[in-house]
């Protein structure tokens, strides 16, 4: 039972566009919500992350939109640009565990 | 600070061998975890150590295991390797103090096994 589903399974935007991928979970013990961006041949690394006592986060380009009515969070990528390009996975974290629930990931492809 | 490192970077065997795997987290880390990266199943939680004790495990056959030393390095080990094996497994290692906030975690490059 996959308890993060994440959409699209890729994404191919322009230069200067908006990147928009949407997360949605079930266990409602979740507690964290962190974004990791792989590129090839390294492993993932935080890119953002939200708690749900909070709508929205910004960091530069880079804001997490968080519904936790209805149980969805969503990464949106403003100006995207082609460095851009990599595999986003979102996640979700219960406190107890501390271990990540993954999304499958979406791949990314900003062309210039 | 250097970051986590994993070795080999690469790995190629056969049906039926085992393999070690080895990963060295960031220092003053002491949680070090497991996981396997496929294009079909995407990340999957393999287990978490943390001061020499496994604290969590995912849902992986008994042929995956894993220790780690005082040091705080990890080894994990895939015996009686199957053509699915082949994936990129990753470490990731986080300071791990126990009832704290979620500490965030740091992936290595990974190691590609391939399985022929």
């Known amino acids: 039972q996959q308890q993060v589903k994440q959409s699209p399974q890729s994404l191919i935007v322009q230069k200067g566009g908006i990147s928009i991928i949407n997360c949605a979970y079930e266990?409602?013990?979740?507690?964290?919500f962190p974004w990791y961006q792989q590129f090839p041949g390294k492993g993932p690394a935080l890119l953002i992350a939200?708690?749900?006592?909070?709508s929205e986060k910004k960091e530069g380009r880079f804001t997490i939109s968080f519904n936790k009515s209805a149980k969805q969070f969503s990464l949106h990528i403003m100006d995207s640009q082609p460095g851009d390009s990599a595999t986003y996975f979102c996640a979700a974290v219960t406190g107890g565990s501390y271990i990540p629930t993954f999304g499958r990931g979406t791949s990314l492809i900003v062309h210039p | 600070k250097a970051g986590v490192t994993q070795t080999p970077r690469y790995l190629i065997k056969t049906r039926g061998q085992q393999v070690t795997l080895s990963c060295s987290p960031i220092s003053g880390h002491r949680s070090v975890s497991w996981y396997q990266q496929t294009p079909g199943q995407g990340l999957q939680f393999l287990f978490e150590y943390f001061s020499e004790t496994q604290r969590n495990k995912g849902n992986f056959p008994g042929r995956f295991s894993g220790r780690q030393f005082s040091n705080s390095r990890s080894e994990m080990n895939v015996s009686t390797l199957e053509l699915g094996d082949s994936a990129l497994y990753l470490c990731?290692?986080?300071?791990?103090?126990?009832?704290?906030?979620?500490?965030?975690?740091?992936f290595g490059p990974g190691t590609r096994l391939t399985v022929l």
């Open positions: 939200i708690r749900p006592d909070v």
């Open positions: 266990n409602t013990a979740f507690d964290y």
């Open positions: 990731a290692s986080r300071s791990g103090l126990a009832g704290g906030q979620y500490n965030e975690q740091f």
